[in-house]
């Protein structure tokens, strides 16, 4: 396991950490893969694409681990991708990302933009207008992300008034000068691609300096109970969030997990989406290893295309073309409590696209997949 305890995006890691063990915890308790119990063995990469690649190595050639859970930000995938191609290996990605991306050696589990930027540009386009405000972090995911929602609300006839990317490490200092200029530029919406822990300084800069979500909201692909938590929900609440997991999902499967999540942790929780997708990706890994008896990927693969499994979110499938995931796009706005109020939700799970080639801004009900629900 790559996930982060230490660095920028620590807070959210350390969830998908929980997921993954708490889903390992299951699997052995149910009597592990044919009688044979799960091991994580695991390392802090302190959010650093290089340490990333190191480790990545030094699991596939010390530790002998043929699979890996792991990372959050696309510059962390993308230094871990080469080194799991060059030993054949199977990396496991839970994370929301920008997607035009394939390799034979990753699943990735969390939403590509066609699960998650085009609900969003809909939404906030049709209920706060098109002209919008770009500011992230300065990395490729936030740039790459940047550039599909431009097109996205072009195709609304909107325009980019304003776009900043700040360092991951940027305080709230930084973060007042970029909301003096939103208040000049007067966006119908911000769009923020800010990761981690400076995520809390834009939502805490935009309160301080006034503005009301009820007017220009913030919207957002990464800001999820996580990062609201460290934020306090005073400053998220009002600010929308696309994602295919919120822990408010009123379902019986979501309603069971978080039951259990609950007594393994031994108190409250909170979850969020990119702790759903390691999740349930290990499970579907669990399913797959029985069916293989082997975690060669050779052997996983066949197993782990077209795979289901019943999520929090609902029944997930990994398509086996694009080897990513269908899922159910949902947009939230949050709440005083640091939940999200659910307003939108696909009723069937959405195929990926992450080439964005069959995509259709507006319509939910196309490109759906067809599970055995
Ligand atoms: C991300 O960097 N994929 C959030």
Redesign the pocket.
């Known amino acids: 396991m790559l996930f982060s305890n230490t660095g920028v995006t620590a807070p959210i890691e350390r969830t998908q950490l929980s997921g993954t063990l708490f889903a390992i915890h299951e699997v052995n308790a149910a009597g592990g893969i044919n009688g044979r119990e799960l091991v994580p063995v695991l390392y802090d990469p302190q959010s650093d694409a290089v340490q990333y690649a190191s480790l990545a190595e030094r699991l596939i050639l010390n530790d002998d681990v043929n699979v890996i859970f792991g990372c959050?930000?696309?510059?962390t995938?993308k230094a871990v991708l080469p080194i799991v191609e060059k030993w054949n290996r199977l990396l496991f990605y839970p994370?929301?990302?920008?997607g035009f991306e394939f390799s034979n050696n990753v699943i990735y589990t969390?939403a590509a933009p066609n699960q998650n930027s085009v609900q969003l540009a809909d939404f906030m386009t049709l209920n706060f207008g098109s002209r919008v405000y770009l500011v992230g972090s300065n990395?490729?995911?936030p740039f790459e992300s940047n550039r599909i929602m431009t097109d996205l609300v072009e195709q609304r006839n909107g325009k980019t008034v304003g776009k900043r990317y700040l360092p991951l490490t940027a305080g709230y200092e930084e973060f007042t000068s970029v909301v003096s200029d939103i208040r000049k530029q007067q966006p119908d919406f911000i769009f923020s691609t800010v990761?981690g822990e400076s995520t809390q300084h834009l939502y805490r800069a935009y309160a301080e300096a006034g503005l009301n979500p009820k007017e220009m909201p913030i919207a957002s692909l990464?800001t999820c109970e996580a990062e609201i938590k460290a934020m306090g929900a005073e400053y998220a609440a009002g600010h929308y969030t696309a994602a295919p997991y919120f822990q408010s999902i009123d379902s019986d499967t979501n309603r069971r997990v978080l039951d259990l999540y609950k007594e393994f942790m031994g108190g409250e929780v909170v979850t969020n989406m990119c702790w759903e997708a390691a999740y349930f990706q290990v499970h579907m890994f669990a399913n797959a290893m029985r069916q293989s008896g082997t975690d060669q990927v050779e052997a996983l693969l066949p197993e782990l295309l077209g795979a289901e499994f019943q999520a929090p979110q609902g029944r997930v499938r990994i398509d086996p073309a694009t080897h990513h995931t269908c899922l159910y796009p949902r947009i939230g706005r949050a709440n005083s409590k640091g939940q999200f109020t659910i307003v939108r939700e696909a009723k069937r799970p959405v195929h990926p696209d992450p080439y964005l080639v069959t995509y259709s801004l507006g319509d939910w009900t196309t490109q759906i997949d067809t599970l055995d629900l």
């Open positions: 959050y930000m696309s510059s995938r994370t929301i990302y920008e969390g990395y490729i995911y990761v990464t």
